[in-house]
């Protein structure tokens, strides 16, 4: 992969969330009940399809390196759990500040909102497990089975608003909204997922990387090699 | 009261410049931290 793609792609994704953001905060009409609060929707449903896909491409990461023991799908384990961990806290910050001037508070222990803070959570964990364990297999397969646990929060997480009573609104459909609305929700998801795209590839590359230095032999065995050789 | 948020620009400017920080500071860090690696 050429260095310079990643970067690239981070520049186009970055102009496709200005466009997405300069359309919801200047083009699109305020909502009939919402007002202009509305607009926060079009960075904060984008952030929940991105974290939903990022926690999905965790998952299938882990299953992969567990079934077929590659270091490859370790390095994408590692760059998807930090990159859930950042859409997750984003997207319980975004949904704070919607919520004082809608329902009044910043927070609520509201069915969606507690379960997302156990993902954020989880997943925190996870990149802590990380962190700590200093035994690549250990690290590797221990984090990959924690992703799969961690993971049946996330249909919960979907399901919530439908399964209890909730604060928080339930999904809208495409018939169900404007037009006016679905084009910043759309550019921005495009965008963010561009950024999110080539920021996880690097990170996964920065990952292999720190495996070979992890695992090389230190410069003082080698030379005793050479000595003897 | 009718039931309106009326106003609100001001947290509408802090969700979306808190999330423009955090994406473009963690995407950031990342290709900082890849270049700190070779």
Redesign the interface.
């Known amino acids: 992969m050429s260095r310079k793609l990643?970067?690239a792609t981070?520049i186009l994704g970055?102009l496709l969330?200005a466009a997405g953001?300069y359309y919801g905060?200047a083009i699109s009409p305020p909502e009939?009940?919402?007002?202009?609060?509305q607009?926060?929707l079009y960075?904060?449903v984008p952030?929940a399809w991105s974290a939903l896909l990022v926690l999905t491409f965790a998952f299938g990461c882990a299953i992969a390196f567990l079934v077929t023991g590659r270091w490859a799908w370790d390095h994408r384990l590692e760059a998807s759990i930090e990159?859930a961990v950042?859409l997750c806290?984003?997207l319980s910050?975004?949904g704070a500040?919607?919520a004082?001037?809608?329902w009044g508070v910043w927070w609520d222990w509201d069915p969606r909102l507690t379960t997302v803070a156990v993902l954020l959570t989880a997943f925190l964990g996870i990149a802590a497990l990380r962190h700590f364990v200093e035994d690549p297999m250990k690290r590797a397969t221990w984090s990959a089975v924690a992703t799969v646990i961690g993971y049946v929060d996330v249909p919960i997480v979907y399901f919530s608003v439908k399964w209890w009573n909730s604060l928080h609104q339930q999904q809208s459909t495409l018939s169900s909204v404007s037009r006016e609305f679905l084009i910043p929700w759309f550019t921005n998801f495009a965008g963010?997922l561009l950024?999110i795209g080539?920021?996880i590839a690097?990170?996964a590359?920065?990952a292999a990387?720190?495996l070979e230095?992890e695992i090389a032999p230190p410069p003082v065995a080698l030379e005793v090699v050479e000595e003897i050789a | 009261m009718n039931g309106v948020v009326t106003g609100g620009w001001a947290f509408v400017w802090a969700a979306y410049i808190i999330s423009a920080l955090v994406i473009f500071g963690y995407a950031a860090r990342t290709f900082v931290q890849n270049r700190g690696v070779k």
């Open positions: 990643p970067l981070v970055a969330l953001s905060l009939e009940h919402m007002g202009n609060v607009r926060i960075v904060h952030t990159m950042v806290f984003l910050v975004q500040i919607w004082k001037p809608t963010l950024v080539a920021v690097v990170r590359r920065t990387l720190q230095h």
